[in-house]
């Protein structure tokens, strides 16, 4: 049996029709070669589908079977190419993007990821929360698509583009003299307590922080060490210290402390896109990396 997609669109013309005049006009060709493709196409069946004389055409049971069957493969085989085309041209398919916690505080981010779901609705947006380091194997792996963090060493298998310079700000009790400050400097935080991350847990503000820290000769007496930045925020609300994380956080308002800009100029923290250096980025990748930089440059 040797039926093609053609010989369907030919016979659903005649059958919507049934009138092989009609129907050839409606498919831009001559009535003898539509009439010759149908009775070749009862042969391959092995039915007679039309029931035909001088001045009618009708369907028979068979061939009101072959047309139910014919509308629903061409349906399927156009639906087919259209989710096809789609995923080529980034809009449906899957978006793989690992962030860290920081990443959907900065408005830019949390308005490409709304924007970005409201657009391509066929698109299955999936996102994960992680570290800097927890991002960088699937990144290399191509089990990330896209990566979103802070400033890091990075191996040879992965490239970035810095989206977003962020300022730094200091977290300090209300109850500290220092909160009553409308700036303060490195060196005034790095004699109080510290509240800060745990080296190993692996968040690109340690190495980014502590390292501009050390640029100016400072080192901080670390007295609580914990694994995400919500538990600094809580820890410099009980009054345990002070610390410092990007600006994007100072959504968090408690009572207990205080948002205080660092008059350092280089107190400043990048966010980053990341992706991998040996895998193809897809169209939707694409679409994403382009529309966040849109969306920073008109915050």
């Not at 609705?121 to 802070?150: I, K, V, Y």
């Not at 303060?184 to 980014?208: M, N, R, S, W």
Request: hydrophobic share 45%; glycine share 6%; proline share 5%.
């Amino acid at each position: 049996m040797n039926i093609e997609l053609r010989h369907l669109r030919y016979f659903v013309a005649v059958a919507e029709e049934l009138h092989f005049g009609r129907a050839a006009a409606r498919l831009n060709m001559s009535q003898p070669p539509l009439s010759q493709q149908i009775q070749m196409l009862e042969q391959q069946v092995g039915a007679r589908l039309l029931a035909r004389t001088n001045r009618s055409v009708a369907l028979t049971a068979a061939g009101k079977q072959f047309l139910a069957d014919s509308r629903q493969i061409l349906g399927l085989v156009n639906d087919a190419a259209a989710r096809a085309e789609r995923l080529h041209q980034g809009e449906a398919g899957e978006l793989r993007i690992g962030f860290t916690s920081s990443a959907p505080f900065i408005r830019a981010v949390s308005d490409t990821l709304s924007l970005f779901r409201q657009k391509y609705p066929d698109m299955h947006l999936q996102t994960r929360e992680m570290n800097t380091r927890e991002q960088l194997a699937p990144l290399s792996e191509g089990a990330l698509d896209l990566g979103l963090m802070r400033n890091t060493l990075l191996p040879e298998s992965l490239h970035y583009e810095v989206i977003l310079h962020e300022p730094l700000m200091a977290m300090i009790p209300r109850v500290y003299p220092l909160a009553q400050k409308p700036v303060v400097t490195l060196a005034e935080l790095a004699k109080e307590p510290f509240v800060f991350f745990d080296p190993h847990v692996g968040t690109g503000l340690y190495d980014d922080i502590l390292g501009m820290m050390r640029r100016y000769q400072l080192s901080p007496v670390i007295t609580q060490e914990v694994g995400e930045a919500m538990t600094i925020i809580g820890l410099v609300a009980a009054g345990l210290g002070v610390s410092i994380l990007p600006a994007s956080f100072k959504k968090v308002q408690l009572n207990e402390m205080c948002w205080v800009p660092i008059a350092e100029e280089d107190a400043v923290s990048e966010m980053w896109l990341v992706w991998s250096a040996h895998h193809e980025q897809s169209q939707a990748a694409r679409r994403f990396r382009q529309q966040l930089i849109q969306a920073v440059r008109g915050a």
